[in-house]
């Protein structure tokens, strides 16, 4: 199916949700009115990210049916247990609708062995700098032992921290490795005082939008009822915050994500 934007859709403001799982429940029940919504609100592109070995080829295949839709390969934290035969993996990342390497990372709040997700990550790690690839980072109750690892190679990775929450300072280091910082939900809840000062001290040059849908809710809007289009939420929380017009954060987003993912 061709799911090009379609022309009755004019809308001003253009968006990409870096970090969508489309392949998963209840978005994957209807993909073409998901994506007819999120054209409706002006989010043309959605990265796709994998999970495990089963999603690898299913993200694939999606890839291939929609022309708006790209793909991450990678395998998540929580799927650490899992071999990866990086001879296949390797061959996915040929495609031209693979754009990152993703969703990886460490995330220490789980029972999966540390020592396993260690190892994993910077595996994965080498075969995007091998690749020239970004990845998008998953990182929970890990984050010193991340930027350790990423240290180690010297500047020469970049990507994305995805559904970012935490302070500035943090951020700001991963800034200096050459990393964006992506925005969820969370920025639409006004208890979330921390990722609302991020926000606030932030610079556009460094930030992505994203929804993690069906995983992360909106102010008043249940996870599992979260999809692209609310990407325009999330723009609109973040333009109030730093006092910006929504042109601009459309703009200078759209700019931060085709540099990051070569669209």
């Given at each position: 199916?061709d799911?090009?934007?379609?022309?009755k859709?004019?809308?001003?403001?253009?968006?990409?949700?870096?970090?969508?799982?489309?392949?998963?429940?209840?978005?994957?029940?209807?993909?073409?009115?998901?994506?007819?919504?999120?054209?409706?609100?002006?989010?043309e592109?959605?990265?796709?990210?994998?999970y495990?070995?089963?999603?690898?080829?299913?993200?694939?295949?999606?890839?291939?049916?929609?022309?708006?839709?790209?793909g991450?390969?990678?395998?998540?934290?929580?799927?650490?247990?899992?071999?990866?035969?990086?001879?296949?993996?390797?061959?996915?990342?040929?495609?031209?609708?693979?754009?990152?390497?993703?969703?990886i990372?460490?995330?220490?709040?789980?029972?999966?062995?540390?020592?396993?997700q260690?190892?994993?990550?910077?595996?994965?790690?080498?075969?995007?700098?091998?690749?020239?690839?970004?990845?998008?980072l998953?990182?929970?109750?890990?984050?010193?032992?991340?930027?350790e690892?990423?240290e180690?190679?010297?500047?020469?990775?970049?990507?994305?921290?995805?559904?970012?929450?935490?302070?500035?300072e943090?951020?700001?280091?991963?800034?200096?490795?050459?990393?964006?910082?992506?925005f969820?939900?969370?920025?639409?809840?006004?208890?979330?005082?921390?990722?609302?000062?991020?926000?606030?001290?932030?610079?556009?040059?460094?930030?992505?939008?994203?929804?993690?849908?069906p995983?992360?809710?909106?102010?008043?809007?249940?996870?599992?009822?979260?999809?692209?289009?609310?990407?325009?939420?999330i723009?609109?929380?973040?333009?109030k915050i730093?006092n910006?017009?929504?042109?601009?954060?459309?703009?200078?987003?759209?700019?931060?994500?085709?540099?990051?993912?070569?669209?």
């Amino acid at each position: 199916m061709d799911s090009t934007l379609p022309s009755k859709y004019k809308v001003t403001f253009h968006f990409t949700d870096t970090h969508c799982h489309l392949n998963f429940s209840p978005l994957c029940e209807n993909i073409p009115a998901v994506l007819n919504r999120a054209f409706q609100n002006g989010v043309e592109r959605i990265i796709v990210p994998a999970y495990d070995n089963e999603s690898l080829q299913n993200i694939l295949n999606l890839t291939k049916l929609y022309k708006n839709i790209y793909g991450a390969m990678g395998i998540h934290p929580w799927k650490a247990d899992e071999d990866i035969d990086f001879g296949t993996f390797k061959q996915l990342l040929q495609n031209e609708k693979v754009v990152a390497i993703g969703e990886i990372g460490l995330d220490f709040k789980t029972d999966v062995c540390k020592t396993r997700q260690r190892d994993q990550f910077i595996k994965q790690l080498e075969t995007a700098m091998e690749f020239n690839l970004p990845v998008l980072l998953h990182v929970r109750g890990a984050f010193e032992e991340t930027l350790e690892i990423l240290e180690q190679f010297n500047g020469k990775l970049t990507g994305t921290v995805h559904a970012f929450s935490r302070s500035y300072e943090l951020a700001k280091r991963f800034i200096d490795l050459g990393f964006y910082i992506s925005f969820g939900g969370t920025i639409t809840k006004p208890d979330s005082k921390k990722a609302i000062d991020t926000v606030r001290q932030i610079s556009l040059d460094n930030i992505l939008l994203e929804t993690d849908a069906p995983s992360i809710g909106l102010l008043n809007t249940h996870p599992l009822k979260t999809e692209p289009a609310h990407v325009l939420d999330i723009a609109t929380a973040l333009s109030k915050i730093k006092n910006i017009s929504l042109q601009e954060i459309s703009q200078k987003s759209e700019e931060n994500c085709k540099r990051l993912f070569n669209l």
